[in-house]
Structures are given as structure tokens and as C-alpha cells.
């Protein structure tokens, strides 16, 4: 193989992989015509491909790499477990070294009310995990009927049933009999979409009670983003209400809506959930599959926009991609019930707990606090690309630009006033996608947005590289 691997050109490659393989997310004919680009090798921040073109991995592969590729120490745990123990599994009563140390250090650096981790293969698995959970816990707690779970249009929790079902996105609910019973959706809250164009409010301040929908606003000349914030977070209120209180279980939703976009909220929102939770006794999930281990500048995503949530599901940041791991951090509410009142919970998976994914996690988080990343992000790096990000706006096509950490997003627009969009057919995010491609940089296009979330290593060099590369591409895209 390794042989053959060597004197395949990128034309037999893409042969073979029409010929064979079907990818995720992917219109399969589409890859039939044009084949896709084999990615070989990597380092740093850095891919390489078939034709030897180096490329500028903006995205973190799929927002995972968060210490960057080919850090020995993550490669050396993998080895050193896969000759020691390649597998053993957590079911019936046993367990191995590197879960248990990976359990404990997991409580360590997560927030102070979580003590106990529920280990999965993958953050789709985690949010199924979710909903299993926290309706298992209203059972125990005698309220049965608390089964619903509110989350939001936009947002995205995964492509296993319950995931893409807790998820928001329109295109996945076409697709397979989504969603699941006992979901209910909210708007997001993305000001361009949902807030510039109210009317601003009054009297909104948070706490106040909610006065129906369409009531928040009053005569005015817009809504801004910190008054949108509480609007936003006030719809939560609106569908409790709507469904009943003593029917709804939780409220997910991300930190920042990564796949959706980079929907960074305004910094009123998660408080104003926060308390809206609190108030009807609803547990809080937050989904820190991309805003955890560091993403946002501190550990979890919830630090960041002050919200205190019950449960959290993480995956990729957590061995940095270089294995699949995903779980469930289980806060004291919910893990008081379940350890002490609960009796089994009938679920779980073959690969909950595997052993060197452990491994490669525990020489992640290890590395991660070695190399000092998330203050890194918090105080230098993150800074450093807010700045580039501020300079964007004077670009003709850029409407927005905006980042928190070293998530980011770019806002293209056909005329700055009033951020008019591009009609849908120019499909300006792919124009300006393909660009990059060629370019040699991995930028992603959600729409009409232009998204990154680059290693959490990257340099303050290195940033000016991507700050010079997107900007070559906005031209190109003009
Ligand atoms: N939750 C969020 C916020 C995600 O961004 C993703 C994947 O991108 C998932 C869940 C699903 O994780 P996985 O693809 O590991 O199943």
C-alpha cells in the first residue's frame, strides 16, 4: 500500500475515490465530475495536498485541530496505548487507566459544577446522549411530561437523528423523517437578520417580563445589538410559555453557532437565558463541541458569555481531532439524580471510553495548559485577529466582520447600507470560497458568510499571512 500510495497521481485518486467513496455532506455527483482534492500531509497550521500545493488551514480541519498537526505528544500517547492496551471497554463494571485520569482531568478544567463525565464516540453521539439524559432525569425527578427540548433554527448539534434534530438546519430536516418528537425550535440570534431592521425598545431591560411576541418594540430608529440580545433570548421565554412549562426538559444551543455561520450573540443573550432557565427550572445545555478547549479564549465557551450550564456536550478540541471522542459533562443536578436515584441508565456505546482516544485526549488538554493556549488566545492571538477583523470592514464587499477568540466571520454584502445581501443565485460564498481554494487557504463560506477558526497555535505571523491571504481573495471575489 504504502507503495501504491506513492506513485498515484492526484488523477487516480480522484478516480478511485468517485469510484468508491461516498462523502458527508457532499451532492455525490457533484465529486463524480470534478473529483475532490486529496489532502497528504500536514503540520502546524499547514496542509499539503496531492500536487505538493501548501495550504493555510484556516478552519482547523473541521474545527478540531486545536493544537495544530503533528504535535509529537499526541502521537506518542496513541502509541504508547495501542501497544499497552488497544481497547478495553467501560460496560460492566471495568475500566481502564487513561478514561479514569481523562474523567478526572476533564472535571478539573471544566467549570466547578461538573464532577462527572459520560464518555461517546463523537459529538453527534454526545447531543443524543443529551436527550436521553435529560429526560431520563425529569422521569426520575416524577415529571415525565417534561420531555420537550427547545433549541434553534441555524443552530447545528450533529447527523445522527437526535442531533440533526435538536439542530436547526432546514436542509437536513428535509431529508429523513427530522424532526424527532418533542423538539421545538427558536429563532437565532443573529442581529442582521433578526435585529437591524426592529423598531428599538423602549423599555427592554433584562428581567422584565416578557409582553408577547412582537411586543418588544416600540417607535424608534433600530434595535441595537445589546437590546436585540435580550429580544432574542426573550423568544425562549415565549415558547416555554407557548408549550407549557411543565412539559419542556431543556434548552440547547451553542455558545457561537459555528456551523451556521459564526453567530457570535450579543454579550446581553446567554445571561438573559441564563436567568430564563433559572426561572422555570429548565436545564441548560450547552454544546461546546467547537467553543471548548480554549476556542473562545477561555476553556468552555459558557465562560466566555457568563451562562452556567447543567450539561455540556464536547468532541472534537478535546483530543484535537487527532482521534474520535466526544462526551457529556454532567453537572451536580443532573448527576445527583442519576447516581443516586436512577438505577441503570440503558445506554451507551461500545466506544465510550476507548482507551487511546483517552490517551490522545489526556496529552491534548496537557498540552494545552503547557503551551499556555487558551490565555494565549484570551490575551494575544485572539486580540491580534480581532484587530485584522476591525481592518476588513473598510473593504467594499465586507458588510461585518466579527470575532471572539479565534472564531471569526465575514459578512459579504452587495451594498454596505443596510448590509443588503447578494441575491442567493450569485452564490457569492462559494465565488469567494473557490478562491481561496486556489489561493491555498481554508476559509469556509456558510451563505453569504466567510468563516475561520484557525489552529489555536497559530502565530501572530502567522495571522498576518491570513490576514493578507483573505484579503487577496476579497479581491478576487469583487
Ligand atoms: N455540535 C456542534 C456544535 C458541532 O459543530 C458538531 C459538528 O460540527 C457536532 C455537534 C457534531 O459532532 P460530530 O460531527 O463529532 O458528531
Known amino acids: 500500500t504504502e507503495l501504491r500510495s506513492k506513485t498515484r497521481t492526484t488523477a487516480d485518486w480522484q478516480a478511485a475515490d468517485a469510484a468508491h467513496f ?3 455532506f457532499t451532492d455525490f455527483q ?6 475532490s482534492r486529496i489532502i497528504t500531509k500536514a503540520e502546524n497550521i499547514y496542509l499539503t495536498d496531492s500536487d505538493g500545493q501548501r495550504i493555510l488551514d484556516a478552519m482547523s480541519g473541521l474545527w478540531c485541530v486545536n493544537v495544530g498537526y503533528g504535535q509529537q505528544a499526541l502521537i506518542d500517547a ?11 471497554n467501560a460496560f460492566f463494571q471495568t475500566a481502564t487507566p487513561p478514561a479514569i485520569e481523562l474523567a478526572e ?8 459544577q461538573f464532577k462527572h463525565v459520560f464518555f461517546t464516540g463523537s459529538g453527534s453521539e454526545g447531543n443524543d446522549t443529551i436527550v436521553r439524559m435529560v429526560r431520563r432525569y425529569w422521569d426520575i425527578q416524577g415529571q415525565p411530561g417534561r420531555s420537550v427540548i427547545i433549541s434553534r433554527r441555524n443552530g447545528y448539534h450533529g447527523s445522527t437523528m437526535a442531533g440533526a434534530s435538536l439542530g436547526g438546519m432546514s436542509a437536513m430536516h428535509a431529508q429523513g423523517g427530522l424532526p424527532i418528537p418533542g423538539i421545538e425550535h427558536i429563532d437565532q440570534p443573529y442581529w442582521v437578520e433578526h435585529g437591524q431592521h426592529r423598531p ?14 412582537g411586543d418588544e418594540g416600540d417607535l424608534g430608529a433600530g434595535i441595537s445589538r445589546e437590546q436585540f440580545g435580550l429580544v432574542a433570548a426573550r423568544w425562549l421565554e415565549e415558547k416555554i410559555l407557548a408549550v407549557g412549562v411543565e412539559r419542556v426538559a431543556a434548552f440547547i444551543g451553542e455558545p457561537i453557532q459555528g456551523a451556521g455561520g459564526v453567530i457570535i450573540p450579543p454579550a446581553t443573550y446567554w445571561p438573559e437565558i441564563q436567568r430564563i432557565c433559572d426561572k422555570y427550572g429548565i436545564l441548560l445545555v450547552s454544546d461546546e463541541v467547537i467553543t471548548g478547549f480554549g476556542r473562545t479564549g477561555r476553556w468552555f465557551g459558557c465562560e466566555t458569555f457568563g451562562a452556567r450550564p447543567d450539561l455540556m456536550t464536547f468532541a472534537k478540541g478535546v483530543t484535537s481531532g487527532y482521534i474520535p471522542l466526544g462526551g457529556v459533562m454532567v453537572g451536580e443536578r443532573v448527576a445527583e439524580a442519576l447516581i443516586e436515584r436512577g438505577g441503570e441508565f440503558e445506554h451507551g456505546y461500545t466506544y465510550s471510553g476507548h482507551p487511546v482516544a483517552c490517551a490522545v485526549a489526556l496529552a491534548n ?8 493556549l487558551v490565555e494565549r488566545v484570551h490575551d494575544d492571538v485572539g486580540p491580534y485577529l480581532a484587530e485584522g477583523f476591525e481592518s476588513l470592514k473598510a473593504h467594499p464587499l465586507v458588510g461585518d466582520a466579527e470575532s471572539c477568540g479565534l472564531m471569526g466571520a465575514v459578512l459579504l454584502v452587495k451594498d454596505k447600507d443596510g448590509l443588503k445581501p447578494f441575491d442567493e443565485s450569485v452564490g457569492i460564498g462559494m465565488v469567494c470560497r473557490g478562491h481561496c481554494f486556489r489561493e491555498g487557504l481554508i476559509m469556509r463560506a456558510v451563505g453569504n458568510r466567510m468563516i475561520i477558526a484557525p489552529p489555536l497555535v497559530i502565530t501572530r505571523a502567522q495571522i498576518d499571512e491570513m490576514m493578507a491571504l483573505i484579503r487577496r481573495c476579497l479581491d478576487l471575489t469583487l
Open 22 to 24: 461516498l462523502h458527508p
Open 30 to 35: 457533484s465529486l463524480a465530475k470534478k473529483g
Open 78 to 88: 496513541a502509541t504508547r496505548q495501542l501497544k499497552e492496551l488497544p481497547f478495553y
Open 105 to 112: 482531568l476533564l472535571a478539573e478544567v471544566t467549570p466547578p
Open 200 to 213: 428599538a425598545p423602549s423599555r427592554l431591560k433584562a428581567g422584565d417580563p416578557p409582553r408577547g411576541a
Open 365 to 372: 488538554i496537557k498540552l494545552i495548559r503547557e503551551l499556555g
